[in-house]
Every structure is written in C-alpha cells, then in structure tokens.
C-alpha cells in the first residue's frame, strides 16, 4: 500500500460517498472502504486492472478519466480522488474543473518535480531525470505534464480554485505546506497532497 | 418428437394485457431450474435467452440433444454456480420450446394461430415472467442476467419492477435497437417470408416448413454475430473438400458450408413464425422512448447494483451503446460497475468459452452474494 493512502483516509470523512479516479488494482478504495466505511466507486482505464477491482467486489467502471467524468452530473460525490495521475492527462486544466464539478471536494496527488534528487539529476546528468517514483525514460514516459508542488500552487490560482489542505510527504511523513515553508517543502517533498475545492 | 413431456410449464392464469392491446390469460410459460432454492430463497437467479434460446440454459438440451446455450457459463463452479444459486430460465412468449406462442393453438379458432399470434414485446416478454416469482414464492430475485435480447429484458424488468433484484448484469445489448440491428432482423424475415413454403403463415397447417427462408435468416443473422477478423483467421479463403474452385455455385468455401450447416440446424430446431415474432419484439424495443428521451428515468426507482459488460469486437451491439446504459445509470447515481472485454469473437462472445468474461461474471456474482446486498 503506498504511504500516502493513510493520509487520503485522513481527509476523508466518515460515510461518505468517493469517486477513486484511476483507482488502479482498488487497494484505495478497499482501505477506504474499511476505515471510512465510504460509498465509494472508481474508474479505471486498464481492463486487467478492472478485473482485479471486480475481484474484489469493487464497484468500477472501466473508462477514460479525460472523458468519461462527462458522464456524472454534479456534485455526484462528497469527494473526488485522483492519485498521482493528472501529469498523465492531456488537459491538467479540464480534469481539476471536471473533478471539481463531480465533486464537492477533491483530493489531487502529485509526485513533486522540484524535488531535490530531480533536480540534481537533471542539473549533473544532463538527461531527463529518473527516480524512484518517476522511473520512465522521456520517451515512453506516461507523465507529459510534471509539475512541482509550488507549480500546483500556482496553478490553483491560474485556473481558480482553493486549495483548503497542502500536505507534503518526505520519507514517509507528512507534512503540512505554508507560505513560508513552500520553498523548502517544494525541495524535499516527495509527494504533495492536496484537498481542493471550487 | 414429443417434446412435452420434457418441458416444466407454469399455466399463467392472470391476466396479461400486452402492448399491443390484446389481453392474454391462461397461457403456458415454460422455464427451467438448475441448482436449488435456499431455505431464505435469496439465491434465485433469473436468466433472460436471446434471439434463437430456450429455456435449457445449460447440461444437455432434451429436445435438441446438444448442450445448453450458455454452458459455458452456467453450471456447477462455473461463473453462474448451480451448487450456489437456484437458476431459473424460462422460453419467452412468442417462442417455441412450449411457451404461448405463434405454433399454438388458438383455442377461439382451434386452429394453430400462425400470424394471427399478438405481436409481443420486450415489455411483454418480461411482464409473462415475473409470475415466476410468486410461483416459486420469491419476493426479491439474487440477480436477473442475459445477453443480447436477454440483456433487453434485464433493462426492461428493473424498469418494470425496481425492487425485484438485488444485481442486474446486461450483457452485449442495448437500451434501443438501431437502424442497423432492424436492417438486420427485415431481412430475416423477408427471407422467411418469401419462401413459398410460409404460405402466409399457415405453413403448420399443411404440413410443411418454410425451411429455405428460416435458413437465410439463420445465416444472415449468423454473420452478424462473429466479427470480420474471427472470420478470417476461423475460415479465411479456405475451401472446402477440394484443391481448387469449381466454378459452380455449390460451397467452395469453407465459410460457404459452414452458414449453411447453421442454417439447415436451425430448422430443424425453430419455428420460422416465432423468428418473425421475437425479432420484431426486439425492433420494438425503445426503452429510451418509453421513457421520453431520458433513458435514466428508466432506473431511477432502483437501487439495485448493476454490472454491464461489452465486448471489443461486437458490432452488433456496440461497446459504445452499452455505455450509454452505463452513462445513464451514473446520471442517477446507481451502483454501476462495465468493463469491456477483449475478444475477437463478435457478439456471440458472450456464449463463448472467453475466460476474462466468465471470471468477471463470477466475481461479481459471487463478491455481490457475500454482501448481503439488500
């Protein structure tokens, strides 16, 4: 189970009814289901993955996130998540405003582009940098939209939205990100955790 | 052939009043069971057929002799698990394997009724078939299931009766038949009906069977099941018992022979009038229609959990036409899961041995049956 799952159970209400977009093999929902005792319900692209949910006794629809959110009126759901994914979207912009009108809240996830091992693999090795959370080559990279926590930041005021909770996780705990603490957070945060809403 | 004396059949003696106008009461509805019903009766399972099914959904089919329809998927450990739940199939009404249909007779006339049959309906179809229910003393189904035109009555009997089933699962179909799927199902029965032999209808009368034209329909019909690519690598040019063409019109090639094989084993297991009458009831089928454009307003009284399911290579039924299915459940907020799956097999995938299908039936049902849905 990946660390941050705990801290996106942490954001979540009780009872609640979740969207998981591009909830992958399910483990999310599975976690959330038991610990929040959450109505949730998920979308996946892979079909092998969709088989593994249903496996489960997940309710999942196979589909794609850049189009298939359409389909759901608004504010279906008190919570929309999206884990790691929006730098693989062609249109970040349209998934945050399509999150956003399904549900009340969203919960976005981004591996951080600024942090310092990215940065220095770039800056000494000269090629496109390959970590541990970002292990693709530039040409066969799912992610075509990297951004950094502080690029999410700002990004919430291009496109207006709030952003009601920044978290930051840096080897396994968590965080929370300021004004102050940007800078540094944005350095060392492997991962940026945020509860946005319209 | 006396096929009676194998066939279960419920005398349905309330009355029915059918699309068309017409009331029928006192009819025959044959069905089937597999598996057992539990002390709690909450493990009933309602099986809808397709086009050209019966109610022998699986083991080995009395009249015909040749395994079930959907072998594959129903039986003991199979997705569909008799040793876990009580399957029930019954023949739809304008069918021939004993339900009322066109080759009964007309107790008014005392003449077989032939195309003075009422024309029925999805909706009718269904509606004959709850009666099932208080038979068997169910008052809420496990799960309603089928493919194809099966699917079609899934869709029509949660919008008839939403708290009747605690899972509906859709296979391959559609909630409107299109242009394309009635194209189809015209010249089925302009073939049957151009066969001399059909005599209006009152072929039973003399005696005789509009065997050619059954058998074009059969074949036309078959092709739409299989997509182009199955075709191909299945039969390609590949001839059939010779080394080369024999510039005659007999079946050079493989393919040739084999929708003629289907065709002339159809006959013998059909009846061409009750051809006419289901494919028209499929013609008919507008659930978007009957409910004012709004397809959603279809499901909005259920809380059933839905799973609906497609495959890449039907062009029968599109992937994209059963997503409008899923896309107007979201629309509602219910419980929807789909998944399509990967198969080159064309429509009739859903009959077939294709493994990430059955595992995905399985795994609903039987995630669905642990959780105790309400």
Redesign the interface.
């Known amino acids: 189970m990946k660390p941050e799952y705990k801290i996106i159970s942490d954001l979540i209400e009780k009872n609640a009814k979740v969207l998981d977009v591009g909830c992958d093999d399910g483990t999310l929902m599975e976690f959330l289901k038991t610990n929040k005792n959450v109505n949730i ?1 998920g979308i996946e692209i892979s ?1 092998e993955k ?2 593994t949910c ?10 794609n996130a850049e189009f298939d959110l359409k ?3 608004n504010d ?1 759901f008190e919570y929309v998540v999206l884990g790691q994914t929006l730098q693989a979207f062609i249109n970040p912009e349209i998934v945050i405003k399509e999150l956003l009108r399904v549900g009340n809240k969203a919960i976005v996830t981004i591996p951080n582009f600024g942090h310092w091992k990215v940065r220095l693999n770039l800056l000494f090795k000269g090629t496109m940098p390959i970590t541990n959370s970002l292990p693709h080559d530039w040409y066969n990279t799912p992610n075509i939209h990297m951004c950094t926590i502080k690029d999410f930041v700002r990004f919430s005021k291009i496109i207006d939205f709030k952003i009601f909770k920044s978290l930051a996780l840096i080897n396994e705990n968590v965080s929370d990100i300021n004004n102050l603490n940007l800078i540094f957070k944005n350095l060392f945060g492997e991962l940026g955790i945020f509860l946005i809403e319209k | 052939m006396d096929i009676k004396q194998n066939i279960k059949t419920l005398i349905v003696e309330k009355p029915l009043k059918l699309d068309c106008g017409q009331t029928i009461n006192n009819f025959p509805l044959a069905y089937e069971t597999y598996g057992s019903l539990n002390h709690e009766k909450d493990n009933a399972i309602l099986v809808f057929h397709a086009l050209t099914g019966d109610q022998f959904v699986t083991g080995i089919n009395p009249v015909t002799k040749k395994d079930g329809w959907w072998s594959y998927a129903v039986g003991s450990g199979k997705s569909i698990d008799t040793d876990k739940y009580f399957v029930i199939c019954a023949n739809v009404i304008g069918g021939c394997m004993g339900s009322f249909g066109p080759s009964h007779e007309n107790p008014k006339t005392k003449k077989i009724y032939g195309t003075d049959f009422p024309v029925i309906t999805i909706n009718d179809m269904v509606n004959a078939q709850i009666n099932l229910l208080d038979f068997f003393g169910i008052k809420k189904l496990f799960s309603i299931v089928g493919g194809s035109m099966g699917g079609m009555q899934v869709l029509q009997f949660i919008s008839n009766y939403p708290d009747k089933t605690k899972t509906a699962i859709p296979i391959a179909c559609t909630s409107s038949h299109s242009a394309q799927n009635i194209a189809f199902n015209e010249l089925g029965r302009q073939a049957i009906t151009a066969d001399h032999n059909w005599s209006d209808g009152d072929y039973n009368l003399k005696n005789i069977v509009p065997d050619k034209g059954l058998a074009v329909a059969r074949m036309a019909a078959h092709i739409t099941y299989l997509s182009k690519k199955g075709l191909q690598e299945k039969f390609g040019r590949k001839l059939q018992e010779r080394d080369d063409l024999k510039f005659g019109f007999d079946a050079d090639f493989q393919i040739e022979s084999y929708l003629r094989y289907q065709g002339s084993v159809f006959v013998d297991r059909f009846d061409a009038n009750s051809y006419l009458y289901i494919t028209r009831a499929m013609d008919y089928f507008d659930l978007v229609k009957q409910f004012n454009g709004n397809l959603s307003n279809a499901f909005k009284d259920t809380k059933a959990k839905f799973f609906i399911i497609s495959f890449t290579s039907d062009w029968l039924y599109p992937t994209q036409e059963n997503k409008e299915i899923v896309i107007a459940l979201n629309a509602v907020g219910a419980n929807v899961g789909f998944v399509e799956i990967e198969s080159d097999k064309g429509h009739d995938s859903f009959l077939l041995n294709i493994p990430d299908f059955l595992k995905a039936l399985k795994n609903f049902l039987d995630k669905s049956y642990a959780e105790k849905l309400s």
Not at chain 1, 54 to 63: C, P, Q, R, S
């Open positions: 319900r079909k969709v088989q249903i496996a489960k006794g997940l309710t999942v629809i196979e589909g389909q759901f009126p279906s």
